[in-house]
C-alpha cells in the first residue's frame, strides 16, 4: 500500500525561537525587521498543514497584527493560528504558542440566533442523543469540552433539565492543547493533530447539521 505524502513536516525548532524573541520584544518594527523569519517558520509550516487538512474545508490563516484600537495589548499575536472549514457553521482551529500545540474544534463565537437554534437542539432528546455521542466520541480521544459560561440555566429551560449543563454554555468547544514535545518539530506532528480533529468530526457535524450559520448575517 502507498504511503501517503504530506506537505506539513512539523513546526521547527526555529518557530519556538522565534515566539520567544517576539514574547521578549513585541514590537511593530522587530517583527518588520524578522518577517521573514516568521514567514519560513511558522507561517509556511501553517500553510503545509492547510493543504493537508483541505479534505476539512477552507483556511484562514490569522494575520498576525493585534487591533489594539479596541483590544489594549502587544501590537503583534505571539501565537500563529489556523481555522479550516468554519464558514460560520463550526469549523476546525489549530494554534501554536508558547503555551503549547493548541487543537480545537466547535463554534467559539455564535451569534444570538446560533445559540437560541443550539439550545432547541440541546433541548430535543434525540438531536441532544447525537451531540451525546459526538463529545463521548472526542473526550475518548483526549479532548475536553469548553466550561459553562452561564451560572444558571438560559430562561425558558427548567432549571432541573436533565442537559442543563450543556444548556449553560454560550458556545460548544472541544479542544486539546498539547506540550511542546520534540514530536512537534517532526512530520508526525501532522498524524497528531489530524487523530484531534478527525475524532471532532462528528461534534463538527452536529453543529452544522443542527446550528447552521448565522442568519443575521446572512441578512446584512
Known amino acids: 500500500m502507498p504511503v501517503a505524502t504530506t506537505a506539513f513536516r512539523g513546526f521547527p525548532p526555529e518557530a519556538l525561537e522565534f515566539l520567544r524573541e517576539l514574547e521578549a520584544d513585541n514590537d511593530r518594527d522587530w517583527f518588520k525587521t524578522n518577517r ?7 507561517a509556511e509550516p501553517a ?19 493585534n487591533d489594539t ?7 503583534v499575536k505571539e501565537h500563529i493560528g489556523l481555522a479550516i472549514g468554519h464558514g460560520g457553521a463550526g469549523g476546525y482551529y489549530v494554534e501554536l504558542s508558547l503555551d503549547g500545540l493548541l487543537v480545537a474544534a466547535g463554534l467559539h463565537a455564535p451569534a444570538p440566533d446560533q445559540i437560541d437554534r443550539m439550545r432547541r437542539a440541546i433541548d430535543g432528546a434525540r438531536t441532544a442523543a447525537s451531540l451525546t ?6 473526550r475518548k480521544a483526549g479532548l475536553e469540552l469548553n466550561e459553562p459560561e452561564l451560572v444558571r440555566g438560559p430562561r425558558g429551560y427548567a432549571t ?3 442537559r442543563m449543563d450543556l444548556l ?36 463538527v457535524r452536529w453543529l452544522r447539521e443542527q446550528v447552521g450559520p448565522s442568519q443575521r448575517q446572512q441578512r446584512r
Open 133 to 138: 455521542r459526538a463529545i463521548a466520541r472526542a
Open 36 to 42: 521573514a523569519r516568521y514567514e519560513e517558520f511558522l
Open 69 to 75: 484600537r479596541f483590544h489594549p495589548g502587544p501590537p
Open 160 to 162: 432541573d433539565h436533565p
Open 168 to 203: 449553560r454554555r454560550r458556545r460548544l468547544v472541544v479542544f486539546r492543547r498539547h506540550d511542546l514535545h520534540p514530536w512537534l518539530h517532526r512530520p508526525d506532528a501532522g498524524a497528531r493533530i489530524r487523530e484531534g480533529l478527525d475524532a471532532a468530526g462528528p461534534f
Open 47 to 65: 500553510r503545509a498543514l492547510a493543504v493537508d487538512l483541505a479534505d476539512l474545508g477552507s483556511p484562514h490563516l490569522f494575520r498576525p497584527w
